[in-house]
């Protein structure tokens, strides 16, 4: 999916609802290059890691986000509003620093020209004080808010450190989607996997089939989430799964080598695997296309 | 004074008995029952890769040297928690050959990610 897309590609993903596109080609659905009346188009970013350092893993650490929120900037038509999916920051015992880390980054996203963002966490922004810190810097772990006919729900399922939903969470899903019609146009915004991914590399949330099958009454749902630093496209009954690049850091595709691991940086190719996507919501279709972009323009 | 001294001497049973069943030995003859200790501790186990036999028993005894810690080994369905000051046993019987991975599956900081060891099952 990082290369080319092709026919077969495209007509596999016909089914899920989407359509995905590389490298930010202006290619759109149907060849169209207009946004119709009723779509309206935002950015995931997600994985962004502030505070990491590892120069065989990110020799640019410090310059990564500054570069994606550049890009964003530098997008010919601005989206509605930016999204980030968790693990805004690198994790740390130390409070302070952890706080530092939380400041910095929040500045840094204060350049993008698009003044909505909205923030979910992830285990290193929330697991080790159960969101503490940073509910202070982001505000709540969980939220919905609509936009142009489509009704987001921020999921958190990182402030537990084991990586669960909980029990008081589902109820609130629950009663938020007995407020939604059946064929609401629904996006599920979260840091993990909500399916079994692969568990034996922590890509799962405990409680997810728990989520899954509260979601399942509801006839248009599409999940976007991070956490697995890659591209990645999945069905679980009519429901999509989108996973997302990372701003710091490549993983492999699960059991694709015997311990998980950050892909170590390739001068040759220096961001290769990285990068940020839009997102086009056509509302009334239900569809939603997304393109891939990288962090530099090549 | 005959109630603390019997109160001493069940202490002493208690950790006599509890020091036998964590001993770190690959299988106990009495019960041919496997039996491994592996300490957790930021941000890794020891031993990270074990070996043990398809169709004998195997008790692992897991400890914490630090924090709160995971343990799940999905393969077999076993998780458990890990935390300081006490040996958390998980016992399962391995009913097939290959080689399982396990992590800490509670977030316990920078490395977290790398937690991880591998099972091996053999004939």
């Not at chain 1, 986000?65 to 999916?85: G, M």
């Not at chain 1, 996203?109 to 966490?121: G, I, W």
């Not at chain 2, 692992?60 to 343990?71: K, N, T, V, W, Y």
Request: hydrophobic fraction near 40%; charged fraction near 25%; include cysteine.
């Amino acid at each position: 999916m990082d290369q080319l897309i092709n026919r077969r590609d495209l007509l596999k993903l016909a089914g899920m609802g989407v359509a995905v596109f590389v490298s930010g080609t202006a290619i759109r659905a149907g060849g169209s290059q207009q946004k119709e009346n009723d779509s309206f188009y935002f950015v995931q970013l997600s994985d962004t890691h502030w505070g990491f350092n590892g120069p065989a893993i990110n020799p640019d650490s410090q310059g990564t986000l500054k570069k994606a929120v550049a890009a964003v900037n530098a997008l010919d038509e601005q989206p509605d509003f930016v999204v980030f999916t968790g693990d805004l920051t690198q994790t740390t015992d130390n409070r302070g620093v952890r706080r530092d880390r939380m400041a910095e980054f929040r500045d840094i996203v204060s350049q993008l020209k698009v003044k909505t963002v909205r923030f979910m966490a992830g285990e290193h922004d929330a697991s080790l004080d159960r969101g503490e810190a940073y509910q202070e810097f982001f505000g709540d772990l969980h939220y919905t808010f609509d936009h142009n006919g489509v009704h987001f729900i921020v999921l958190d399922n990182v402030s537990d450190p084991m990586a669960a939903v909980g029990e008081k969470q589902l109820q609130w899903l629950q009663a938020d989607l007995k407020q939604q019609d059946k064929d609401a146009r629904i996006v599920v915004l979260t840091h993990r996997p909500l399916f079994d991914l692969a568990p034996d590399w922590d890509w799962a949330t405990q409680d997810g089939a728990a989520v899954i099958d509260t979601l399942m009454p509801h006839s248009n749902v599409t999940v976007l989430y991070g956490h697995i630093h890659q591209e990645h496209h999945h069905m679980t009954g009519h429901i999509a799964h989108h996973a997302a690049k990372s701003l710091m850091w490549a993983l492999p595709e699960a059991h694709s080598v015997p311990k998980k691991g950050p892909m170590p940086w390739n001068a040759a190719e220096p961001y290769k695997g990285l990068g940020f996507r839009n997102v086009e919501a056509r509302v009334r279709a239900g569809q939603y296309d997304i393109e891939e972009f990288p962090v530099l323009k090549g | 004074m005959k109630k603390l001294a019997l109160f001493l001497v069940a202490a002493a049973i208690g950790y006599f008995y509890q020091e036998s069943m964590a001993r770190p030995s690959a299988k106990d003859p009495q019960s041919d029952e496997q039996v491994i200790r592996i300490s957790a501790k930021t941000f890794e186990f020891e031993p990270s890769e074990i070996t043990v036999k398809k169709g004998i028993p195997v008790t692992l005894e897991l400890i914490s040297a630090d924090r709160h810690h995971g343990f799940k080994l999905s393969a077999f369905q076993l998780r458990a928690d890990i935390r300081p000051g006490s040996v958390e046993r998980v016992r399962f019987v391995p009913d097939r050959t290959g080689t399982f991975s396990f992590l800490c599956d509670v977030f316990c900081g920078d490395g977290h990610e790398e937690m991880s060891g591998t099972l091996t099952v053999i004939e």
